[in-house]
């Protein structure tokens, strides 16, 4: 059984995970259409993507 107390922390804690489970299929899935715009017609979708990076 669960306390009063733990309920809402495991609420929470579940909130989190799923956004951070959601934020992380995101950048697979970019990845992966890069992939194949690079394998299948030569380009290269992540050049100049994180040139801000450098400044």
């Given amino acids: 059984m669960l306390s009063a107390i733990e309920t809402p ?3 929470i804690l ?8 959601r ?3 995101e950048g697979w ?3 992966l259409d890069c992939l ?3 394998l299948e017609y030569g380009i290269n ?5 994180f040139d801000y990076m450098r400044k």
């Fill in 9 to 11: 922390m495991k609420i």
């Fill in 14 to 21: 579940n909130n989190m995970l799923v956004n951070w489970l």
């Fill in 36 to 38: 194949k715009a690079w």
């Fill in 45 to 49: 979708l992540r050049k100049g993507a």
């Fill in 23 to 25: 934020r992380n299929t």
């Fill in 29 to 31: 899935a970019n990845f």
